[in-house]
């Protein structure tokens, strides 16, 4: 493939600005375009969603005889123009914060999903990726993000006649791809070769727009490569675990080397999950290389604005490779750096690079490296900031699990991606044209909207998901299911009228996809109720290796099957983008009930927020944030992290409370109508709904607050830490290392005070000033009280003594031994204690 490939020879002058537009993913969330593309060829558009694709397959004699097509033209020059206006148009950031991040903000991920014709995504993690780039291009913010471009992507799925999944990897032509080669100036393809054992690997460098920010894409399809080489970016998430370090190489130090190809110097490097994580360290030898330092300055210097969101919710989602494997495809990118072999397996581990048992081989953890690396660390909810505080405690062996640095963003949807025309419509009524590019309110006067039409609303919706579900059935060769009725196999028993239940995604364990299936009679009994009956649409993929995920869907559809559910509970096979924007808008209730703490967010609910629909959870992620009564409905409400462990412990009563929850609450509610034939009660719950969680729970939030909370005040930093200063700060640290192990405490003394006690503790510090020393009482909660953190005063010297102080601290009266004394590192310009763990505790 050549760049003759993307020169538009054949589109005429005067619709020479239909190539821009193409390449501009922003057709993917702004459809004030689908007329457009669908005039020039209505079957591609309608088959595939892919503007570039109907650009490229449309003939040239189409083309001209278009551009003299007076209503072509109108909508032509309509859609120039709306793209002119967006592109100039000022935006939150360049009204709120102009220049504070003009060096940009540099964002990697492992997948991204943007829209079903770009297949670069699996699941939760890349459609957060794609939300998050749309939102920071709807916002203005200058994000630069970076990727792979897999020739088959993620697996595509069907079922066999007996319900088994098979999995299909079918080529994607990247001319064909929404993508166009990233080149320089001089119009030359930009390439990036990255040293691997015995020979350079070359990678070609794309570029998807997406709006305001571009998505920089790698692939090592090159003909020059070696065979295995040209398939590392093959697939996503296949292979073994030789590829996957190949790949997270080529997506970390690859991608960093590929922004400063392009003269690019991000004021952050932002990465999303710990796939990326190689990125810190490419950036630490960059800069130490520019400012002639040592990897340890560079380090202490770059981790500022180093942010390292976790999506994992267990230790097995973390990535690591054995030691063997990380000498043999990184010893050569260490040669003309002093990285080193150990320093490079201290940096990716808790303990020094060693193997946590005798006899097995040390291993890299890639999270340990992003947190090495790192100067800040969020999960994605606050459960699931408590779990990644567990998770990470072998990381701070000394600090109780309240006291690791773990912070919290909730993630976002970008609520564009997914409205229906209808629900659109009501929003645009009630919050005006733009209200997803500005920051929204908690709320929105969807007051002005009636109950009528609300109903409607979802009326519309759920009609419209029918009819795309018995689409969908067609092509799933439905006719042919043997033994089944072809009118049920077909979808054409399923009601318009009826409450539809929707779960979409991915099949495993601990999503607990079959919660519904363990009361199958109690189930049959909801389905068939003659007067109050449900329906149920299912989607998802089981991990080509996940056997027990395979199972669980084998079991739904051989549940469907029989007689009794024929009809009334359907499976649309080959779960992506698509799919799950149809059925988030139309069904009435979503279903997410995985094992508590597992699921770390658990973004799809989110997703039907903006539509109407209403979520029916188990109380973990975001939904243990936004539940209510009268929101929605939540399986064990106030579950906590703290009195619950990652086990199966509660499957069986947190089904029956599923069924409860139907049986008594969401079922009647929905059929429960006045005379008008509305269910009152229901359509209040919508809008409470609505009105509350759609904004708050909007990748628009959630990107305000990474720029707020993280990326100015982490720029802000990070620009305190030039060289200079980064060479005391090292200088420092590494002579309070060499004094901290003689570091202890005194005597300790407590005196009652007044209803309260006053506790005197001597410390001794030996080489260390005591400015650079925090005294500290900790008390954990018991049931004499919260957990406590006192900060103790430093009252005088202690005679006799080099470096030995008497500290103080009037506290609430406890039972003895309840307050420990500790002695942590005191230091403003730091993040403490990620960035020195170092922590003394009196015995």
Same mark, same amino acid.
């Given at each position: 493939?050549?760049?003759?490939?993307?020169?538009?020879?054949?589109?005429?002058?005067? =619709?020479?600005?239909?190539?821009?537009?193409?390449?501009?993913?922003?057709?993917?969330?702004?459809?004030?375009?689908?007329?457009?593309?669908?005039?020039?060829?209505?079957?591609?558009?309608?088959?595939?969603?892919?503007?570039?694709?109907?650009?490229?397959?449309?003939?040239?004699?189409?083309?001209?005889?278009?551009?003299?097509?007076?209503?072509?033209?109108?909508?032509?020059?309509?859609?120039?123009?709306?793209?002119?206006?967006?592109?100039?148009?000022?935006?939150?950031?360049?009204?709120?914060?102009?220049?504070?991040?003009?060096?940009?903000?540099?964002?990697?991920?492992?997948?991204? &999903?943007?829209?079903?014709?770009?297949?670069?995504?699996?699941?939760?993690?890349?459609?957060?990726?794609?939300?998050?780039?749309? %939102?920071?291009?709807?916002?203005?913010?200058?994000? +630069?993000?970076?990727?792979?471009?897999?020739?088959?992507?993620?697996?595509?799925?069907?079922?066999?006649?007996?319900?088994?999944?098979?999995?299909?990897?079918?080529?994607?032509?990247?001319?064909?791809?929404?993508?166009?080669?990233? !080149?320089?100036?001089?119009?030359?393809?930009?390439?990036?070769? $990255?040293?691997?054992?015995?020979?350079?690997?070359?990678?070609?460098?794309?570029?998807?727009?997406? &709006?305001?920010?571009?998505?920089?894409?790698?692939?090592?399809?090159?003909?020059?490569?070696? /065979?295995?080489?040209?398939?590392?970016?093959?697939?996503?998430? &296949?292979?073994?675990?030789?590829? #996957?370090?190949?790949?997270?190489?080529?997506?970390?130090?690859?991608?960093?080397?590929?922004?400063?190809?392009?003269?690019?110097?991000?004021?952050?490097?932002?990465?999303?999950?710990?796939?990326?994580?190689?990125?810190?360290?490419?950036?630490?030898?960059?800069?130490?290389?520019?400012?002639?330092?040592?990897?340890?300055?560079?380090?202490? %210097?770059?981790?500022? +604005?180093?942010?390292?969101?976790? *999506?994992?919710?267990?230790?097995?989602?973390?990535?690591?490779?054995?030691? *063997?494997?990380?000498?043999?495809?990184?010893?050569?990118?260490?040669?003309?750096?002093?990285?080193?072999?150990?320093?490079?397996?201290?940096?990716?581990?808790?303990?020094?690079?060693?193997?946590?048992?005798?006899?097995?081989?040390?291993?890299?953890?890639?999270?340990? $490296?992003?947190?090495?690396?790192?100067?800040?660390?969020?999960?994605?909810?606050?459960?699931? #900031?408590?779990?990644?505080?567990?998770?990470?405690? /072998?990381?701070?062996?000394?600090?109780?699990?309240?006291?690791?640095?773990?912070?919290?963003? !909730?993630?976002?949807?970008?609520?564009?991606?997914?409205?229906?025309?209808?629900?659109?419509?009501?929003?645009?009524?009630?919050?005006?044209?733009?209200?997803?590019?500005?920051?929204?309110?908690?709320?929105?006067?969807?007051?002005?909207?009636?109950?009528?039409?609300?109903?409607?609303?979802?009326?519309?919706?759920?009609?419209?998901?029918?009819?795309?579900?018995?689409?969908?059935?067609?092509?799933?060769?439905?006719?042919?299911?043997?033994?089944?009725?072809?009118?049920?196999?077909?979808?054409?028993?399923?009601?318009?009228?009826?409450?539809?239940?929707?779960?979409?995604?991915?099949?495993?364990?601990?999503?607990?996809?079959?919660?519904?299936? !363990?009361?199958?009679?109690?189930?049959?009994?909801?389905?068939?109720?003659?007067?109050?009956?449900?329906?149920?649409?299912?989607?998802?993929?089981?991990?080509?290796?996940?056997?027990?995920?395979?199972?669980?869907?084998?079991?739904?559809?051989?549940?469907?099957?029989?007689?009794?559910?024929?009809?009334?509970?359907?499976?649309?096979?080959?779960?992506?983008?698509?799919? %799950?924007?149809?059925?988030?808008?139309?069904?009435?209730?979503?279903?997410?009930?995985?094992? *508590?703490?597992?699921?770390?967010?658990?973004?799809?609910?989110?997703?039907?927020?903006?539509? &109407?629909?209403?979520?029916?959870?188990?109380?973990?992620?975001?939904?243990?944030?936004?539940?209510?009564?009268?929101?929605?409905?939540?399986?064990?409400?106030?579950?906590?992290?703290?009195?619950?462990?990652?086990?199966?412990? *509660?499957?069986?009563?947190?089904?029956?409370?599923?069924?409860?929850?139907?049986?008594?609450?969401?079922?009647?509610?929905?059929?429960?109508?006045?005379?008008?034939?509305?269910?009152?009660?229901?359509?209040?719950?919508?809008?409470?709904?609505?009105?509350?969680?759609?904004?708050?729970?909007?990748?628009?939030?959630?990107?305000?607050?990474?720029?707020?909370?993280?990326?100015?005040?982490?720029?802000?930093?990070?620009?305190?830490?030039?060289?200079?200063?980064?060479?005391?700060?090292?200088?420092?640290?590494?002579?309070?290392?060499?004094?901290?192990?003689?570091?202890?405490?005194?005597?300790?003394?407590?005196?009652?005070?007044?209803?309260?006690?006053?506790?005197?503790?001597?410390?001794? =510090?030996?080489?260390?000033?005591?400015?650079?020393?925090?005294?500290?009482?900790?008390?954990?909660?018991?049931?004499?009280? /919260? #957990?406590?953190?006192?900060?103790?005063?430093? !009252?005088?010297?202690?005679?006799? +003594?080099?470096?030995?102080?008497?500290?103080?601290?009037?506290?609430?009266?406890?039972?003895?031994?309840?307050? +420990?004394? #500790?002695?942590?590192?005191?230091?403003?310009?730091?993040?403490?204690?990620?960035?020195?763990?170092?922590?003394?505790?009196?015995?």
């Amino acid at each position: 493939m050549t760049l003759a490939a993307y020169t538009p020879r054949h589109i005429p002058e005067a =619709l020479a600005d239909l190539f821009t537009i193409a390449l501009d993913l922003r057709w993917s969330w702004h459809h004030g375009s689908d007329e457009l593309w669908r005039a020039i060829d209505a079957e591609t558009w309608n088959a595939t969603g892919n503007a570039w694709l109907v650009l490229n397959s449309v003939s040239g004699d189409r083309l001209d005889t278009l551009a003299v097509d007076d209503n072509f033209n109108d909508l032509y020059r309509k859609q120039v123009e709306a793209h002119r206006e967006f592109s100039r148009a000022a935006t939150w950031y360049s009204d709120t914060y102009p220049g504070k991040l003009d060096r940009g903000v540099a964002f990697f991920c492992m997948e991204y &999903g943007l829209a079903e014709s770009l297949p670069l995504y699996s699941g939760g993690l890349g459609v957060l990726a794609g939300d998050f780039l749309k %939102a920071s291009s709807d916002l203005g913010v200058p994000v +630069t993000a970076v990727g792979l471009l897999y020739q088959q992507g993620y697996f595509r799925q069907t079922l066999d006649a007996d319900g088994d999944q098979l999995e299909f990897y079918p080529f994607h032509d990247p001319t064909m791809l929404p993508v166009s080669p990233l !080149t320089d100036p001089e119009g030359q393809w930009i390439r990036v070769n $990255l040293p691997f054992p015995g020979r350079e690997v070359r990678l070609r460098a794309w570029r998807a727009q997406v &709006g305001r920010c571009e998505l920089l894409l790698l692939d090592s399809n090159d003909p020059r490569n070696e /065979p295995g080489d040209r398939g590392i970016t093959s697939e996503l998430y &296949g292979g073994s675990p030789e590829k #996957r370090l190949q790949q997270e190489i080529v997506l970390g130090i690859g991608g960093w080397r590929l922004l400063n190809e392009l003269g690019l110097d991000p004021a952050i490097c932002h990465i999303n999950e710990g796939h990326s994580a190689f990125a810190f360290l490419e950036r630490a030898v960059q800069w130490a290389q520019i400012h002639g330092t040592d990897i340890e300055t560079a380090r202490l %210097a770059t981790r500022a +604005t180093n942010l390292f969101t976790t *999506h994992t919710s267990v230790e097995a989602g973390f990535d690591q490779f054995p030691s *063997h494997l990380i000498r043999l495809y990184l010893e050569p990118w260490m040669e003309g750096t002093d990285v080193t072999m150990d320093k490079l397996m201290v940096l990716g581990s808790s303990n020094g690079g060693h193997s946590r048992r005798a006899g097995d081989e040390a291993t890299l953890n890639m999270a340990f $490296l992003g947190l090495n690396m790192g100067g800040r660390l969020n999960g994605v909810s606050d459960i699931h #900031r408590q779990v990644t505080q567990a998770l990470l405690q /072998p990381y701070f062996p000394r600090w109780p699990r309240q006291d690791i640095p773990v912070e919290s963003v !909730t993630n976002g949807v970008h609520t564009p991606s997914w409205d229906s025309r209808h629900s659109d419509s009501l929003w645009t009524k009630a919050c005006g044209k733009d209200r997803w590019r500005r920051p929204m309110a908690f709320s929105c006067p969807m007051e002005t909207i009636t109950d009528e039409e609300l109903w409607q609303m979802r009326q519309a919706e759920r009609s419209d998901l029918i009819s795309y579900l018995q689409e969908k059935l067609k092509s799933q060769h439905c006719e042919h299911a043997p033994g089944n009725n072809p009118n049920a196999a077909c979808g054409l028993l399923l009601d318009r009228e009826t409450l539809t239940l929707g779960f979409a995604r991915r099949f495993t364990e601990y999503k607990r996809p079959d919660l519904l299936l !363990t009361d199958e009679t109690r189930l049959l009994a909801l389905l068939n109720n003659q007067d109050r009956p449900i329906q149920i649409v299912l989607a998802g993929k089981a991990h080509p290796r996940d056997d027990y995920g395979k199972q669980i869907i084998k079991r739904w559809r051989t549940f469907a099957s029989q007689p009794a559910a024929e009809g009334k509970v359907v499976f649309i096979e080959d779960y992506d983008l698509a799919v %799950a924007a149809r059925l988030i808008q139309g069904v009435d209730v979503w279903l997410n009930n995985p094992r *508590h703490p597992w699921e770390a967010c658990g973004t799809s609910g989110m997703k039907i927020l903006v539509n &109407g629909g209403l979520n029916l959870s188990q109380y973990d992620g975001w939904w243990a944030e936004a539940w209510e009564p009268g929101l929605g409905w939540a399986i064990r409400p106030g579950a906590s992290f703290a009195e619950l462990s990652n086990s199966n412990e *509660h499957d069986h009563s947190d089904a029956d409370q599923l069924y409860e929850l139907l049986e008594t609450s969401v079922i009647p509610e929905f059929y429960d109508v006045d005379m008008e034939g509305r269910p009152k009660a229901w359509i209040a719950r919508i809008r409470r709904s609505m009105n509350q969680l759609t904004a708050r729970y909007s990748a628009n939030r959630m990107v305000r607050e990474y720029v707020e909370t993280f990326y100015l005040p982490m720029a802000a930093n990070g620009a305190l830490r030039t060289p200079a200063e980064a060479r005391n700060l090292l200088e420092e640290y590494q002579e309070l290392e060499c004094y901290w192990p003689r570091l202890r405490f005194g005597a300790m003394e407590i005196k009652p005070e007044n209803g309260m006690e006053r506790v005197l503790v001597n410390a001794f =510090l030996d080489g260390i000033a005591e400015s650079r020393i925090q005294v500290e009482l900790v008390a954990e909660e018991t049931e004499c009280g /919260p #957990r406590s953190i006192v900060v103790m005063e430093r !009252t005088h010297a202690l005679e006799g +003594t080099l470096r030995g102080y008497a500290y103080e601290a009037l506290v609430d009266a406890r039972p003895p031994g309840h307050y +420990t004394p #500790r002695m942590r590192v005191r230091d403003d310009r730091l993040n403490l204690p990620l960035e020195s763990p170092k922590v003394v505790w009196m015995r």
